[in-house]
């Protein structure tokens, strides 16, 4: 499956941005999916995943409350909603898909998109 990711950008502290991920293929659903993001000097790290049906999410603790993953599967794409933006949130987001079930744990995912840049300004 091939990944593409879009809607990062530029937001002042406090906003919102969505976040896309569009997939290629007809076996979509077959896939858990999961949001990681990489912020300048420090490792890549988990944000968000859903299961293939979309019924079961996990969530980064400091993104609880704040994100909210969801997936649809005719559409063949996962979202990342994100409010409430802080200047900490401010990294390169990755879309990924595992043919586990969802997961937190990187090393599952066999699939990744290209990067998505959100800078969250003060």
């Known amino acids: 499956v091939q990944l593409q990711a879009s809607g990062g950008g530029l937001v002042q502290a406090g906003g919102s941005l969505r976040l896309s991920c569009a997939a290629s293929?007809?076996?979509?659903?077959?896939?858990?999916m999961g949001w990681f993001r990489q912020a300048p000097g420090k490792e890549r790290e988990f944000v968000a995943s859903?299961?293939?049906?979309?019924?079961?999410?996990y969530y980064k603790d400091s993104v609880k409350g704040r994100f909210t993953i969801s997936r649809d599967n005719a559409k063949n794409t996962v979202y990342l909603q994100m409010n409430s933006l802080k200047p900490e949130d401010t990294a390169v987001y990755y879309c990924?898909?595992?043919?586990?079930?969802?997961?937190?744990?990187?090393?599952?995912?066999?699939?990744w998109g290209q990067g998505t840049l959100v800078t969250v300004s003060s």
């Open positions: 293929g007809r076996t979509f659903s077959s896939y858990g």
């Open positions: 990924a898909a595992t043919t586990t079930r969802a997961s937190t744990r990187m090393s599952m995912y066999d699939y």
């Open positions: 859903i299961s293939r049906s979309g019924d079961t999410t």
